[in-house]
């Protein structure tokens, strides 16, 4: 598939989708945002891709929605009703994706480029990454779910912060606040993010994190009874697998996992 706004590429069981429009810092288009979803959707159907990472060309991770898109919704009264069903599954379906999403953040993640991370499943950036939810310095509300997920990965307080005031957030204090996982050298910055990739690609079972995947997601609206069954269950079906057989087996020969995902 040939793509106008992102790059796409497999090395060693790492899918990187790259936002590819670096002369306007990646700002999102519906362009790009149909061609994103394509690739990660097509990266979580092959089989030889074990992790997913997302990063921007240039300078920039994304610098938001492209003002022309935002003109356009602005112009579209009375289409709130029949957008509200993509609305509402607008990117959480990056969850049900099964295998690991990681952002790279390379550069400034705004408004809507500040979504796409939250709704990654790790995030790692370099020290020229930051950070903002701008909406209500455009007139705008928290919206696709950052009121959520926002609070979830940061503590209310922090979140509160940030969707108030609209301010930037820089690397340092997105570590100090839980927002990314890892703060990576600014030298070889995508080589770094890569490898993190590459290392969680080939040292878990694919099978097991696809499961514990849905374990996490599920469990944001389970109480821990459901959370504690649904373990049980998946913890029987996982004891017939291949995957738990080859894990003790490569622990014991002590050599590399050869995981199968089955």
């Known amino acids: ?15 990187t989708i790259m936002l590819n429009r670096p002369e ?16 990660v959707r097509v990266a979580g159907d092959d089989e030889v ?25 602005s112009r579209t009264p ?56 701008i909406f209500a310095k455009r007139g705008l509300i928290a919206e696709f779910g950052v009121a959520w997920i926002l609070p979830h990965l940061v503590g209310l307080g922090n979140a509160i912060d940030m969707l108030f005031t609209g301010r930037m957030v820089d ?22 993010a890569w490898d993190v990739a590459r290392k969680m690609a080939h040292s878990v079972s694919p099978r097991s994190l696809a499961v514990i995947k849905r374990q996490v997601y599920a469990g944001l609206s389970e109480n821990l009874g459901a959370a504690i069954s649904r373990g049980f269950d998946e913890m029987m079906a996982s004891l017939e697998c291949q995957d738990f057989k080859e894990g003790i087996a490569h622990y014991l020969e002590k050599r590399p996992a050869r995981f199968q995902g089955k």
């Open 171 to 192: 690397a340092e204090e997105a570590l100090r606040m839980g927002l990314v996982s890892e703060l990576l050298p600014e030298e070889d910055f995508p080589a770094h």
């Open 78 to 133: 009375g289409s709130a009703n029949a957008a509200r069903e993509q609305y509402l599954t607008r990117y959480s379906w990056m969850h049900e994706i099964p295998k690991p999403i990681i952002a790279a953040v390379n550069g400034p993640a705004v408004g809507l480029g500040c979504v796409i991370p939250l709704y990654c499943d790790i995030r790692l950036a370099s020290p020229q990454a930051q950070f903002c939810a």
């Open 49 to 73: 891709v074990r992790a997913i990472l997302i990063t921007g060309a240039g300078s920039g991770f994304c610098a938001g929605a492209d003002m022309g898109m935002l003109k356009t919704l």
């Open 1 to 15: 598939m040939s793509y106008r706004e992102i790059l796409y590429s497999v090395q060693d069981r790492v899918a």
């Open 24 to 39: 306007k810092l990646n700002a999102w288009t519906q362009v790009m945002e149909s061609e994103f979803e394509a690739a």
